[in-house]
């Protein structure tokens, strides 16, 4: 499974901006897709996951409220929208893609794209 992520940029604190990220496979739709980021000097770190069945979506306290992950399967493509962004946003933001349903919160996918960076100025 090759995965592409784009729509990073540089914004101001309050803003929104769409993450997307391309999957190469035709089992897209049986992957639990996840976004994570890390900012310099910091662990990598879960944001958000969307568990195919069911359409379970799960957040990290921090983007809560905020932050927004959808999927559409016809497009193998995941989508991240973040609202309300804050200067503590700011980090590359990759995804991923897992077969298991488990740990969905830990950095152990099966496949990483390559990151896009999100700077967000205060």
């Known amino acids: 499974v090759q995965l592409q992520a784009s729509g990073g940029g540089l914004v101001q604190a309050g803003d929104s901006l769409r993450l997307s990220c391309a999957a190469s496979s035709r089992s897209f739709s049986t992957y639990v897709m996840g976004w994570f980021r890390q900012a310099p000097g910091k662990e990598r770190e879960f944001v958000a996951a969307?568990?195919?069945?069911?359409?379970?979506?799960y957040y990290a306290d921090s983007v809560k409220g905020r932050f927004a992950i959808s999927r559409d399967n016809a497009k193998n493509t995941l989508y991240l929208q973040m609202n309300s962004l804050k200067s503590e946003d700011t980090a590359v933001y990759y995804c991923?893609?897992?077969?298991?349903?488990?740990?969905?919160?830990?950095?152990?996918?099966?496949?990483w794209g390559q990151g896009t960076q999100v700077t967000v100025s205060s």
């Open positions: 991923a893609a897992k077969r298991d349903s488990t740990n969905y919160d830990r950095p152990i996918y099966d496949y």
């Open positions: 969307h568990k195919w069945s069911g359409r379970r979506t």
